[in-house]
């Protein structure tokens, strides 16, 4: 079995992002064991906080991103992170490093309280301006300028699931020898799925695009194997990670109640989007290619549409037929 770190070296990355990768990982190691004895400390239930998406915290929350925080600001790569739990850039103490990290330390995090699967994604830029505190403008780049992302994901087992521009790859967590051991490579998701994963509580405030694509999903079709199977764990990471090994599409679209969609741009979907580009599907806002769209806010919100190809296309099909790009 081959370590991370060998998998690493042999790829030859850069020593800057294998650095980064290790300050990633060693906070993953320690939550994972947290989230796998969840019920036996007291890391469970709110933290009676709301972060600064107005979203009420979970203590395990707040752990999370202490040592993810804690973690990076050790790394001399590192000159700034920009995380889901805290409102503004968190300079480390390398003002003049070349890397920017942007994380959600743990997505989904509703379902600790019922043992279901959540996660850890991130993603790393490089910064634009030479030296100097990073700024706004350093943050604010498009996911295509994304070096490295992954997630990963603390389920039956905890796997690390990345790219670095060549391919995806999974490492999955041996806990009795605390080493990521590589477990799949050069993952690829299928062109078609059968799955589509999105709230259909949120029916009647989808845009109408939202509504054919899923009434479509819905219809009796052998020859186009629908109809599909809807799947919703409301864990982004879980859904996602399902889609990526089986094929489906994950959609969380703009909704009267949330306009540009709930998941944000630098920490939830440009990491997601590399990703599945990387192996070989597709991420659209609905409209357009996400990795194109060139953030305006560091906690900006998109609409998403991640899967398999063929079953985004279909979905930005019916958008661009019914609905409107403002919506
Ligand atoms: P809803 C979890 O809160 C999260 O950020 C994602 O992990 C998940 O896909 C989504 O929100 C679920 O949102 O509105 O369907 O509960």
Redo the contacts with the bound molecule.
């Keep these: 079995m081959q370590t991370l770190n060998r998998f690493l070296i042999e790829s030859s990355i850069q020593m800057p992002l294998y650095n980064i990768i290790q300050y990633i990982i060693k906070p993953s190691k320690d939550l994972s064991r947290k989230i796998n004895i969840a019920g036996l400390e007291d890391i469970l239930g709110e933290a009676e906080v709301t972060n600064v998406q107005g ?1 009420e915290q979970k203590k395990l929350d707040v752990y999370a991103n202490d040592e993810f925080i804690k973690s990076l600001s050790e790394c001399t790569h590192c000159a700034a992170m920009i995380s889901e739990e805290t409102e503004v850039i968190i300079h480390t103490p390398f003002p003049d490093a070349e890397y920017i990290v942007a994380f ?1 330390p743990v ?5 600790i309280d019922v043992n279901v699967s ?1 996660g850890t994604i991130f993603s790393v830029y490089k910064r634009i301006s030479t030296s100097g505190p990073i700024t706004e403008e350093d943050c604010l780049q498009a996911g295509k300028n994304q070096l490295a992302a992954g997630y990963i994901i603390y389920g039956s087992s905890t796997i690390l699931v990345m790219t670095t521009g060549n391919g995806v790859h999974s490492f999955t967590l041996e806990p009795h020898i605390d080493k990521f051991y590589l477990s799949d490579t050069h993952v690829r998701t299928p062109k078609d799925g059968k799955i589509y994963s ?2 259909e ?2 029916y009647i405030k989808f845009p109408e695009g939202v509504k054919k694509y899923l009434k479509y999903c819905q219809e009796n079709d052998k020859e186009t194997n629908r109809p599909y199977s809807s799947r ?1 764990i ?4 879980a ?1 996602f990670h399902r889609n990526l090994k089986k094929g489906g599409v ?1 959609i ?1 679209p703009s909704t009267e109640k949330d306009p540009n969609g ?2 944000r741009v630098l920490y ?1 979907c440009n990491p997601m989007s590399f990703l599945i580009e990387q192996a070989g599907g597709k991420a659209s806002n609905g409209f357009e290619r996400m990795l194109d769209v060139v953030p305006t806010s560091i906690h900006q919100r998109t609409p998403i549409f991640v899967g398999s190809t063929n079953m985004v296309d279909k979905a930005c099909e019916f958008m661009k037929e019914y609905s409107t790009k403002a919506q």
Excluded: A, C, T
Excluded at 234 to 237: A, D, I
């Design positions: 979203e959600d997505d989904g995090s509703s379902n959540i999105l709230n509580g949120n919703y409301g864990s982004m990471v859904d994950f969380y709930k998941l939830e």
